[in-house]
C-alpha cells in the first residue's frame, strides 16, 4: 500500500495520525534523498569509466595505426596489402566509436547527472527547509499553549484577552504552516516522478544513440569485413600451398644439402679460421671469418665475424689469389688447414681452417689448390618423372582427362584439391604415357575423379619444362605484383603470346577447364583463388628451388587467377587486336585531371615496359590504335616504381620526349633494377640494332626514331647514380588540400624548389613560403 493522503482538514485538528502520517512521507523523501545521491555518485563513476574506457579504446587504436607488417620478399599481394591497411580501418572504426562514447559522455551529464542534481537540492532541500520552520513553529506553538493554559483564572479580564488572542494568531499562522508543509510533502512526491524519470529517459536516449550509430557503423563496416574475410582466406590458403612447398624444399636439403646448393655471385663462400701471427712471444691467434672467392678474377675477400662480439661484421679485406697448397699436421698442431698466399703480398702465407677435411677439400678444389685429392663439386639436374613431354600424346592426355573430369566429378567437393592414393595415380600416369596403353578408358569406373586430377597434376608437374616455361617465369611474376587489375591482365595477354605454340594451345585447353570448374564452385567449393592455389606451382614452378623462389607461389596463384578470370579474353585474340598499353601511364587530359586521394596515393605506372609493346607493335608494321585506353599500375608495394613517361608521339600522350626525360631525372633506387629486367626481355632488345631491325622501319613510322632515342637515353639513366632536381613548377589545375602536409593552390601558382617527393605520385615544393605536396599532374615543370 502506498502514503496515505495528507487532508487538509486535518492540519487544523493535527491529530497523532496526521503526524504520522507526515513521518511516512518524510522518510520517502529521505530515501528519495539518499538514492539520488547514490545515483549520482554512480553516474560521475560511469562517466569516469566511460572516459577511461575511451582513452584506452583510442589508445589501443593508436597502437593499431601505428603498426605496420613486414612481408617476405619484394611485393605484396593484394590480399596481404588489404590485411596490411585493415590495422588502418580497425583503428578508424574505433575513433570513430570513441568520438560517439565522448558525445554519450557529455549527454550523461548534460542529460542527468545535472538535472538529478537541482531536482535533489531546489526540491528536496526546500522540503527539508519547510520541515524545519514546520518542527520549529509546532515547538512554538505547543509551548505558547501550554504557558496560556497555565495562566491563573484570576488574572483580570483584558490580559487574560490579551492572551487569547495572541494564542489564536499563533495558531493560525501554525495551521497556514502546516497547510503549506502538508501541500508541499504531496506536491514533492508527485514531482519526483516526472522530475527523477525525465533525465533518466533522456539518458537512456543517449545510450540507445550511441549503441544506434554503433550499429550504423557496423553495418557500413560489413562490406568491408566480408572483403577481408575473403582476403584472410585467400591468403591463408596460399599459405598452407606455400608451407607445404617450403616442408618438401626443407626435406630436399637436409638429404643433400649439396645438390640444393643456392648459385650464387660466388663461386665459394663460407667461414673459415684465419691464422693472425702477432710479434713474440705473444705468438698467433685464430679469428673467424666468413670468406667469399670469385674464381674468374680469382678475388679473395675475408669479413671478421663473430657471433658472440655482438654480431658486428667487421670491414672486408680483399686480395687476388696466387696459389693454394694444402698444410700438413706435421707443419702445425690444426687440422684441416691449408696456405694461400695472395698477388698484393708476395712470399706471406695466409693460413686458413677449415671445419672440416670435406670443407677443406671444396675449398681447395675451387681455389685450384695442390696436394690434395678433391670432391667433385657437381649438381645433378632437375629429374622428370614419367618421361612426360609436351607432345602431340601429351595433349591427348590433358583433353581425356578433363573430358572425364568434367562429365564424371564436376560437382565433386574440393576438386583437384584430394589427392588421389599415390600408386594409382603412378599407375594411371605410366599407362597414358605408354604409347601402347595411353588409349585408357578413364569412364569406366576403374578410376576415381581424385585419381585422374592427381595423374593430371602430376603430369603437369613432370614436364620438362613447365607450361610458362623458365624463361618468362620473372616476366609474368612482374605484372602480378603491383599494377591495377585491368593493367595486370593486359601484361599477362602479352606474354601469353610470347610462349610457345603448343605451350600456349595446352594451356588454353586446361584453363578453359579451370574456368568451367570454378563456375560450379558452389557445388565444388573450388573457387578461382583455390584453383590459383593448386594449379600456381604446377603451371609456373621456378627453375631454382628457393626459399624466395617459393615466397612468390603467391603471385603464381595471382596469375593462373587472371588466366581464368579473363580466358576468353586472353586466349580468344592475340595482344595486338585488345591490347594497345597494358602498363603505360594514364594521363590526365586537361578538362578532367584525377585527384587522388591519400589511400589512392600508392598509384605508380610502369612505363618502360609499355615502351617495349610500342616499338614492337612498330616494328610488325602493326602500330597500335590511338584510341587504345591506356592503364596504370596501382601498387602498394614498399618499392615501386617513380612515374616515367615514355610517349611515342606528341599528340597521343600530350608529352614530347623532351618532358618524358624531365620525369625520369631522378627516380628511386630500385628503378634500375626494374627498368633493367623489363628492358632486357623481349620484344624489347637491349641495343638499338635489335629493336630497329630495319631503316626501312623508320622511313615508315617517322615516330620510331624519336622512341628508339628515347629509349636510349632511358637506359643510360638506369646506369647514373640517384640524384635530386630541385625546379621551379605551374599549377595547371586548381587543387584544394586535404591533408596538413598538402598545399592548395589556383590556376598559375608558381613553385619553388619542387623536387620528387617520398609519396609515390606527388612532388615536393614551397609555394607562398609553406613547403608541401603537390599532385604531380596537376602542374608542369617551368
Not at 706 to 726: G, M, N, Q, R
Request: charged share 25%; with cysteine.
Amino acid at each position: 500500500m502506498g502514503l496515505q493522503p495528507l487532508e487538509f482538514s486535518d492540519c487544523y485538528l493535527d491529530s497523532p495520525w496526521l503526524r504520522e502520517r507526515i513521518r511516512s512521507h518524510e522518510s520517502e523523501l529521505d530515501r528519495t534523498n539518499k538514492f539520488l545521491k547514490e545515483l549520482l555518485k554512480d553516474g560521475k563513476n560511469l562517466i569516469a569509466a566511460t572516459k577511461s574506457l575511451s582513452t584506452a579504446q583510442r589508445k589501443f587504436a593508436n597502437s593499431l595505426r601505428d603498426f605496420k607488417f613486414e612481408f617476405i620478399g619484394d611485393a605484396e599481394t593484394d590480399d596481404e596489402r588489404c590485411i596490411d591497411a585493415s590495422l588502418q580501418e580497425f583503428s578508424t572504426f574505433l575513433r570513430n566509436l570513441e568520438e560517439q562514447r565522448e558525445i554519450m559522455a557529455l549527454s550523461i551529464t548534460e542529460t542527468l547527472i545535472k538535472p538529478l542534481e537541482r531536482f535533489r537540492k531546489e526540491q528536496l532541500g526546500a522540503v527539508k527547509e519547510e520541515k524545519k520552520k514546520f518542527d520549529k513553529e509546532t515547538e512554538k506553538n505547543y509551548s505558547i499553549l501550554d504557558k496560556h493554559l497555565s495562566l491563573s483564572a484570576k488574572k483580570k479580564e483584558p490580559h487574560l484577552q490579551e492572551a487569547d488572542c495572541q494564542v489564536e494568531q499563533n495558531r493560525q499562522h501554525f495551521y497556514e504552516l502546516s497547510l503549506e508543509y502538508v501541500c508541499k510533502l504531496q506536491e514533492i512526491q508527485e514531482r519526483k516522478k516526472f522530475e527523477f524519470v525525465e533525465p533518466m529517459l533522456a539518458f537512456f536516449q543517449g545510450i540507445f544513440t550511441f549503441y544506434h550509430q554503433g550499429y550504423e557503423l557496423a553495418k557500413d563496416f560489413n562490406h568491408y569485413k566480408l572483403e577481408l574475410q575473403i582476403n584472410i582466406q585467400n591468403t591463408r590458403n596460399r599459405f598452407e600451398g606455400t608451407r607445404s612447398e617450403v616442408e618438401e624444399l626443407l626435406k630436399k636439403i637436409q638429404t643433400n644439402p649439396q645438390e640444393h646448393k643456392r648459385a650464387g655471385a660466388f663461386t665459394m663462400e663460407g667461414y673459415l679460421y684465419v691464422q693472425e701471427k702477432r710479434p713474440a712471444p705473444f705468438g698467433s691467434s685464430w679469428v673467424k671469418h666468413y670468406c667469399t672467392y670469385k674464381k674468374d678474377s680469382k678475388t679473395f675477400t675475408m669479413y671478421p665475424f663473430e657471433h658472440r662480439s655482438g654480431g658486428k661484421i667487421g670491414d672486408g679485406e680483399n686480395f687476388t689469389l696466387k696459389y693454394c697448397i694444402k698444410r700438413y699436421t706435421d707443419s702445425i698442431d690444426r687440422r684441416f688447414c691449408f696456405d694461400v698466399e695472395a698477388v698484393e703480398r708476395p712470399g706471406v702465407l695466409i693460413t686458413m681452417q677449415a671445419f672440416s677435411e670435406e670443407d677443406r677439400c671444396l675449398w681447395m678444389e675451387v681455389l685450384d689448390g695442390k696436394g690434395a685429392g678433391f670432391l667433385t663439386l657437381s649438381r645433378s639436374t632437375r629429374r622428370t618423372e614419367g618421361g612426360a613431354q609436351l607432345d602431340k600424346n601429351g595433349l591427348e592426355i590433358v583433353k581425356n582427362c578433363i573430358h572425364a573430369v568434367e562429365t564424371m566429378g564436376i560437382n565433386d567437393q574440393g576438386l583437384y584439391r584430394v589427392v588421389g592414393v599415390s600408386s594409382k595415380v603412378q599407375r594411371l600416369l605410366s599407362l597414358l604415357l605408354d604409347v601402347k596403353t595411353c588409349d585408357v578408358d578413364l569412364h569406366s569406373g576403374e578410376w576415381e575423379v581424385k585419381t585422374i586430377t592427381s595423374a593430371l597434376k602430376l603430369y603437369l608437374r613432370s614436364l620438362p619444362e613447365p607450361l610458362m616455361t623458365y624463361e618468362l617465369h620473372e616476366q609474368f611474376i612482374n605484372p602480378a605484383k603491383s599494377g591495377s587489375p585491368e593493367s595486370r591482365v593486359n601484361a599477362i595477354h602479352f606474354l601469353i603470346y610470347k610462349l610457345p605454340d603448343k605451350n600456349r594451345e595446352m594451356l588454353d585447353i586446361l584453363i578453359k577447364h579451370l574456368a568451367n570448374v570454378s563456375k560450379h564452385a558452389k557445388q565444388n567449393l573450388m573457387t578461382v583463388a583455390n584453383l590459383g592455389v593448386v594449379f600456381g606451382p604446377t603451371l609456373m614452378r621456378p627453375q631454382e628451388e628457393t626459399v624466395a623462389g617459393i615466397m612468390d607461389l603467391k603471385f603464381q596463384n595471382i596469375v593462373v587467377e587472371i588466366l581464368i578470370e579473363n580466358h576468353k579474353k586472353i586466349f580468344s585474340n592475340p595482344p595486338d587486336d585488345s591490347v594497345g598499353e597494358p602498363l603505360s601511364m594514364s594521363i590526365s587530359p586537361p578538362s578532367a585531371p584525377p585527384r587522388q586521394s591519400r589511400r589512392q596515393r600508392n598509384k605508380r605506372p610502369l612505363a618502360v615496359y609499355n615502351l617495349c609493346l610500342e616499338l614492337d607493335n612498330i616494328e610488325n608494321n602493326s602500330p597500335p590504335k590511338e584510341d587504345t585506353p591506356t592503364g596504370s599500375i596501382d601498387s602498394l608495394s614498399p618499392q615501386p616504381l617513380t612515374p616515367t613517361v615514355c610517349p611515342i608521339t606528341e599528340e597521343k600522350n600530350h608529352l614530347s620526349a623532351e618532358s618524358a626525360l624531365d620525369w625520369a631525372i631522378s627516380p628511386p633506387s630500385p628503378v634500375h633494377s626494374a627498368m633493367v629486367s623489363w628492358m632486357n626481355s623481349e620484344p624489347c632488345a637491349s641495343s638499338t640494332e635489335s629493336a630497329f631491325p630495319a631503316k626501312a622501319a623508320q622511313s615508315r613510322h617517322p615516330e620510331l626514331e624519336e622512341a628508339s632515342s628515347l629509349l636510349a637515353s632511358l637506359t643510360a639513366l638506369c646506369d647514373k647514380p640517384e640524384s635530386t632536381s630541385y625546379r621551379k613548377a605551374k599549377a595547371v589545375f586548381p587543387c584544394e588540400a586535404e591533408h596538413s602536409s598538402e598545399l592548395s593552390f589556383q590556376v598559375g601558382a608558381v613553385f619553388e624548389d619542387v623536387h620528387y617527393s617520398r609519396e609515390p605520385g606527388w612532388l615536393e615544393g614551397t609555394l607562398n613560403g609553406k613547403t608541401g605536396l603537390i599532385p604531380q599532374n596537376y602542374v608542369e615543370f617551368l
